[in-house]
């Protein structure tokens, strides 16, 4: 199945790049290009494509806010949205995963890593590294939302012991391979648990799956070391 694509960014030149090199792929299409957030929204929902790649720094809407509408969007449900941009700072990072993003790169990012991210997040899986990206999540998770949960803490008890035991492994920042390997179980068997505990608690990905983990204490956020 073909990966439908929609870039969003304020610079011609990059999404004529971004183009050139997914539309070079056999698996993907790009399907539109934006040039701000309130168009990137319009698009998506023109288009349903499978991954939105989109910066965050534009004029008018910018791309949390659009990702923020996308995420909220039923008739978008099956979309996600991959943020690229060239301010990792933890507050954009903590603002696109609570949002509903599904993961988070640097434009210095190399051309594998990117086409890769794209497939991971049309899969349906989040963009977390078992190392920067765990330090950034267990940081801003320290620091309490506004808001409540995304979901009610009594639904955890609608999780398997096993589905719990892959949850909180996914949530410390581990990846597929590493869980099956601790757990002794295929990666197969791992995403088939990740799927179950998604579906149970109402996460639309495995980064709304770890923000929930964190937020009722299956997980708890160590303290930021200096």
């Known amino acids: 199945m073909t990966i439908r694509v929609l870039l969003a960014d304020d610079q011609a030149l ?35 494509p499978d991954v939105v790649l989109m910066d965050i720094r534009m004029p008018g809407t910018d791309g ?18 991959l943020i690229l941009t060239m301010f990792e700072t933890e507050e954009y990072v903590a603002r696109a995963l609570r949002v509903g993003a599904s993961g988070f790169l640097g434009k210095y990012v190399t051309t594998d890593a990117l086409l890769d991210g794209i497939r991971t997040v049309a899969a349906g899986e989040a963009l977390l590294s ?36 892959v949850t909180v492994l996914a949530a410390l ?12 179980v295929s990666v197969l068997t791992v995403r088939t648990h990740i799927q179950r505990a998604m579906t149970k608690l109402g996460a ?5 799956l770890v923000v929930i983990a964190y937020q009722n204490g299956l997980v708890r956020a160590e303290p930021p070391t200096a």
């Open 64 to 81: 949390l806010a659009a990702t923020a509408a996308m995420c909220e969007d039923p008739a978008l449900a099956g979309t996600r949205v």
């Open 130 to 165: 078992p190392g920067a990206t765990r330090a950034l999540i267990t940081r801003f998770l320290t620091t309490p939302a506004s808001g409540p949960p995304l979901t009610p803490a009594e639904r955890l008890a609608d999780l398997t012991p096993r589905e719990q035991e």
């Open 204 to 208: 639309r990905d495995r980064a709304q």
């Open 14 to 48: 990059l999404r004529g790049t971004f183009r050139l090199l997914i539309d070079s792929c056999d698996d993907m299409e790009v399907v539109g290009e934006a040039a701000d957030g309130a168009q990137a929204v319009e698009l998506a929902r023109a288009e349903r």
């Open 173 to 184: 920042g581990k990846s597929n391979a590493d869980i099956a390997a601790e757990l002794v």
